[in-house]
């Protein structure tokens, strides 16, 4: 047992430098991997936002385009409706009392 102890005392300063080592390594690499992610973090962010900037630029254009194209289908649909008034009016007529029979009539 005394031998061990002996062992024990001579090796306590190679132990203690040993792990002054690990501490020192152990540090550089949390630094390492604090640097990494925070360059990482920032070139996430950095595409997020050009990204996001293309894609409502995107949605913009996209809704204009809906919108003009929603107009000229407007536009058409008037003029044919002027062009023949009781066709359209007979027409709607005819979907009113289908949806209205569908919609009155019970399933007993």
Do not use: C
């Amino acid at each position: 047992m005394r031998a061990q102890m002996a062992v024990f005392v001579e090796t306590s300063p190679q132990i203690s430098e040993a792990l002054g080592v690990l501490e020192n390594a152990a540090t550089h690499a949390k630094q390492e991997l604090k640097t990494l992610i925070t360059d990482k973090y920032a070139n996430l962010r950095s595409t997020i936002i050009e990204n996001e900037q293309a894609l409502v630029k995107t949605l913009s254009e996209a809704k204009d385009s809906a919108v003009d194209h929603t107009r000229e289908v407007a536009h058409d649909v008037a003029k044919h409706v002027r062009k023949e008034p009781w066709l359209y009016l007979g027409a709607m007529a005819a979907v009113g009392l289908l949806l209205g029979y569908l919609v009155g009539h019970r399933r007993d």
